[in-house]
């Protein structure tokens, strides 16, 4: 069930000191204010400037004030942001913006330490991020949208507001008083989100009212499937090996077999292969029956290849092929 603001602020129970992520949209304004109010001295706020957009100084600014007027310390990052060739720039600087969180909460391991981190999205959000996952085929992983809680970086990572409808969020900032800046990217209509935003959350909101709570269950039920089959991929991985044997891989049934491929070059490669270039891959793996059959295919930048017994990756512009390669 969607839950009210405040509902929700009295479940969040972190380790403290905690670190609201405050872009400066209203949002995390309500989140961080939120959390002043509850734990006084307890909190800081971390803002990141990344340089992308005319508006980021007025964000900035809108920071300094609010943090100022709660006498809440604010760490301003500067990050350049701007992505690789090929690469989106809502993810590049999405993870430009967690590696800022993570060396802010290392820069007070002396002082007043970090425990937890805090960002604002919203059951809006959740709706958009799963409607954005369907819109590019993903599988469960990206099905199960964005977690409540996770680990990294010896931090805990929260999002308590993801049940919060994000017009109860601007009710409730609205009814402090409180103002906040408003992004205009988030109008630009060539980005899907912003799509999805604009015309398919009112025409879900008219037709079915109830969609956050029913979308959120089924994203609960894909990240439990995702847990599943990584979890899977890893006992399988134990047994195929790293780098996988051929002959044990092909033990394994289509499906369990491309779980445990994906995992492999995943973890150990850092590539995700593309649905056609997995099912050559696998049409590659299920040909090789003799010494002198040889695999060779295109994955990420580099070559998933046969290497004796075993498979092998390289990408042939930092290493030469595996020695047994054919
Ligand atoms: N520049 C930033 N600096 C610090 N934290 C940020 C920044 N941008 C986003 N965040 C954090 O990540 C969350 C998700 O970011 P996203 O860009 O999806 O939302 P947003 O539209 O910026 O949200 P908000 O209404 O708070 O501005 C935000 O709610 C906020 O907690």
Redesign the pocket.
């Known amino acids: 069930m969607t839950q009210s603001f405040d509902a929700a602020m009295r479940a969040f129970a972190p380790p403290l000191p905690l670190a609201?992520?405050?872009?400066?949209?209203?949002?995390?304004?309500a989140?961080l204010l939120a959390c002043a109010r509850r734990w006084p001295g307890q909190v800081q706020a971390?803002?990141?400037?990344?340089g992308l957009q005319a508006a980021a100084d007025d964000?900035e600014h809108h920071c300094i004030a609010l943090c100022a007027r709660l006498a809440v310390p604010l760490h301003l990052q500067r990050i350049d942001a701007r992505p690789a060739p090929g690469a989106s720039p809502e993810d590049a600087a999405r993870r430009a913006?967690y590696q800022a969180f993570e060396a802010v909460a290392k820069e007070t391991q002396r002082h007043a330490a970090i425990q937890s981190i805090?960002?604002?999205?919203h059951a809006d959000?959740q709706v958009e991020t799963l409607l954005l996952a369907l819109s590019r085929g993903a599988g469960v992983a990206g099905l199960a949208a964005m977690p409540a809680h996770w680990q990294r970086g010896g931090l805990q990572w929260y999002r308590p507001l993801l049940r919060v409808a994000g017009a109860d969020l601007r009710a409730w900032l609205r009814a402090q008083g409180e103002g906040?800046i408003e992004?205009p990217s988030?109008a630009d209509e060539r980005y899907t989100r912003n799509r999805i935003r604009a015309r398919v959350l009112p025409a879900l909101e008219a037709a079915f009212p109830a969609f956050r709570d029913i979308f959120a269950r089924s994203a609960a039920h894909a990240a439990q499937a995702s847990a599943l089959l990584h979890e899977l991929a890893r006992q399988d991985l134990a047994l195929v090996g790293t780098p996988p044997q051929i002959a044990a891989l092909q033990t394994l049934g289509p499906e369990r077999q491309a779980n445990v491929l994906r995992h492999w070059l995943r973890s150990a490669h850092h590539t995700t292969p593309s649905a056609a270039q997995l099912q050559e891959l696998q049409r590659q793996i299920a040909a090789c029956q003799t010494r002198g059959q040889r695999i060779h295919i295109k994955v990420g930048r580099g070559f998933v290849v046969r290497a004796d017994a075993r498979l092998d990756w390289y990408n042939p512009a930092l290493f030469p092929p595996p020695a047994g390669a054919s």
């Open positions: 609201v992520g405050l872009s400066g949209g209203a949002d995390s304004s989140l971390i803002h990141v400037h990344h964000f913006r805090a960002l604002a999205q959000d906040w992004d988030n």
